[in-house]
Nanobody, 125 residues
Framework: QVQLVESGGGMVQAGGSLRLSCTAS????????MAWFRQAPGLEREFVAA????????HYAGSVKGRFTISRDNAKTTIFLQMDGLEPEDTAVYYC??????????????????WGQGTQVTISS
């Protein structure tokens, strides 16, 4: 069983930056597509960004493209989400997720096998 642990959440003012981290406890990390999702109060969880195991392919939600950057360090079994130009609308609980089987990046939750517990990101205006 793979455990994912997120860190790096917090509260910043609009326009600020945060860097989230997610470390996997086990598994063939370099073969996993890793993703970030988020869930704002009263809304469904939504896709934010993902990166293929090789690091060669990434995909971003339109709302964060150009502001957020996903990266990974396979040697440390960790992914990151650098968030710049934060807006109040980015306030949510952010989750990392691992897809251990797919060849492609998925934006829906179903293909992801493992999930972290989430980290709160709050952006004040």
């Amino acid at each position: 069983q793979v455990q994912l642990v997120e860190s790096g959440g917090g509260m910043v003012q609009a326009g600020g930056s945060l860097r989230l981290s997610c470390t996997a406890s086990a598994g063939s990390f370099s073969g996993y597509t890793m993703a970030w999702f988020r869930q704002a109060p009263g809304l469904e969880r939504e896709f934010v960004a993902a990166m293929h195991g090789s690091g060669a392919t990434t995909h971003y939600a339109g709302s964060v493209k150009g502001r957020f950057t996903i990266s990974r360090d396979n040697a440390k079994t960790t992914i990151f989400l650098q968030m710049d130009g934060l807006e109040p609308e980015d306030t949510a609980v952010y989750y990392c997720a691992a897809d251990r089987r797919s060849m492609y990046i998925h934006t829906e939750e179903g293909p992801y096998d493992y999930w972290g517990q989430g980290t709160q990101v709050t952006i004040s205006s």
